[in-house]
């Protein structure tokens, strides 16, 4: 159950990234390094699903 509830905060906070990019995109102003680096941290957070996930 515990890796469960962790997977289903991960992928939480991943749908979040990805509103928070589509935001920082449609800005004009928007920091391409602020992006990227959400970008990154949004990939980390799949792999790391997607680790649990082949461990259950």
Known sequence: MATEARIRELDARHHQ?????????????????QVAALKKE??????????LRRRQ
Do not use: F, Q, V, Y
Not at 17 to 32: F, H, N, Q, V, Y
Not at 42 to 51: D, G, P, Y
């Open 17 to 33: 990234l990805d509103a928070r990019i589509e935001d920082a995109m449609k800005s004009p102003s928007s920091d391409t390094l």
């Open 42 to 51: 949004k990939l980390k957070l799949k792999e790391e699903i997607e680790r």
